[in-house]
């Protein structure tokens, strides 16, 4: 299996709902990542876990709250979120990170803000 | 610090005409270089990547790129476009041993003209 999934595809949620995104990786890759995509932007780094643990937070707000339960699994948790919180949310995992560790992405999950 | 540099936002190309896309980078140590591609709603795909081993690197789908030090670019060609070529392609700076950061470019849109 060389494939990082993500679930759902499409998300849409209300400003007081809770929801979880999903990520699985069963390629043995130890560091884990979440990033935001804006249309027609790169991909800003919210979160890294390494080996399980959380290494880097880029300042993200307290309303998404990332959870990394096993070394194949990686969730981010969305609770009272902004219509500007509408992205593509993607996934990535790498064999350990560093510079030489190529990151492999997933499909993504649209969310949408109403 | 690093830093990546896309020379085009835009390039667009006749099918069967070669490929060019620009990107310059600044860095203070040795970098990995990545390309990825993103096609529409979907997640970023790795092309190629430079590791410090040959300066030629040959990627998926045709692509490749040429890593030249003395000129601090690391710029993307294919031989050939192809409609299925159509996509955006990221040029991407890693960080140092033990951060698990890259550092994206704005992004080159691709279009293949029929």
């Known amino acids: 299996d060389t494939e990082v999934t993500q679930t759902p595809k499409h998300l849409v949620m209300g400003m007081t709902n809770k929801k979880s995104l999903k990520c699985e990786q069963h390629m043995g890759h130890r560091a884990m990542y979440w990033y935001k995509q804006k249309a027609k932007k790169p991909p800003e780094l919210m979160f890294v876990y390494s080996y399980e643990k959380l290494s880097i937070n880029e300042s993200v707000p307290s309303r998404f709250s990332p959870e990394c339960p096993n070394s194949s699994l990686l969730n981010l948790h969305l609770h009272a979120l902004q219509p500007e919180d509408s992205a593509l949310y993607l996934c990535?995992?790498?064999?350990?990170?560093?510079?030489?560790?190529?990151?492999?992405f997933g499909p993504g999950t649209r969310l949408t803000v109403l | 610090a690093q830093s990546v540099t896309q020379l085009d936002s835009h390039v667009s190309v006749s099918e069967g005409t070669p490929v060019l896309l620009r990107c310059n980078y600044s860095?203070?140590?040795?970098?990995?270089l990545f390309w990825y591609v993103q096609h529409p709603n979907k997640g970023l795909q790795l092309l190629l990547k430079?590791?410090?081993?040959?300066?030629l690197v040959k990627g998926i789908n045709g692509f490749e790129a040429e890593f030249k030090k003395s000129e601090t670019s690391f710029h993307l060609t294919k031989p050939s476009a192809h409609m299925s070529d159509a996509a955006e392609y990221f040029c991407v700076v890693s960080g140092l041993i033990g951060n698990e950061k890259l550092t994206f470019g704005t992004g080159t849109r691709l279009t293949i003209i029929p």
């Open positions: 990535a995992s790498s064999f350990r990170g560093g510079p030489n560790n190529e990151q492999f």
């Open positions: 860095s203070s140590y040795s970098p990995s």
């Open positions: 430079y590791t410090s081993a040959a300066t």
